[in-house]
């Protein structure tokens, strides 16, 4: 493969150079050789997605996050599809989360994930608990409104304008739009406990 490299240009060039690279990850398990060997590749062909992958699962394997998440923001600029890039984004919103405890980055990264896709129900779940971790409450009851607009199962609204409720009535301090908020749960079911206790109290 060596041999064979030197003698080739343009693709089948980083074409053979991604197998040599693979070979040191999978056959000889040989990490840092890898990493060396996709980088190369990179060097000599900066869009190459067989190469950014490789390194990407090179890097991840030795928990090289920092690097890890450059080469995912650049396979996200290549990216053909916007499914495509949502996946990449939600991976560089859970290593901000896991493995560096990052709530701002980790809301930032879900924020452009609803750039691509507004309605993308997973992410607004997840918007959520970093936004109520960065004490962002007003933007928390935002993110509940944009997602009733989604939710067609009336357990699901229920349970989202209750959440909203409590949110505006324990950390905003705005009793009148708990109240409202309430009575919206009342609409679509008029014996609901929790929301006529809640409007008692």
């Known amino acids: 493969l060596e041999r064979r490299i030197e003698a080739l240009r343009g693709e089948q060039r980083t074409d053979a150079m991604c ?68 996946k990449l984004l939600e991976r560089v919103a859970g290593i901000h989360d896991e493995e560096f405890l990052d709530h701002g980055k980790a809301a ?28 962002r409450w007003e933007d928390v009851a935002a993110l509940y409104e944009r997602h009733l607009k989604i939710a067609t199962d009336p357990a699901r609204q229920i349970e989202l304008i209750l959440s909203l409720g409590r949110v505006l009535l324990e950390h905003i301090g705005a009793p009148e739009r708990a109240g409202q908020a309430y009575e919206r749960v009342l609409v679509i079911d008029a014996e609901h406990k929790g929301a006529l206790e809640a409007l008692a109290s």
């Open 19 to 86: 197998k040599l690279a693979e070979l040191y990850e999978d056959q000889l398990e040989d990490l840092g050789e890898a990493q060396r060997r996709y980088e190369a590749t990179l060097a000599v062909d900066p869009s190459s997605v067989t190469a950014l992958r490789g390194l990407d699962r090179v890097l991840n394997r030795t928990g090289r996050y920092r690097e890890l998440l450059e080469n995912l923001e650049r396979q996200i600029k290549l990216a053909a599809t916007p499914r495509q890039r949502i």
């Open 108 to 135: 930032e990264t879900f924020e452009r994930i609803l750039e691509i896709d507004p309605a993308h129900e997973a992410t607004l779940s997840a918007l959520v608990r970093h936004y109520r971790a960065l004490d």
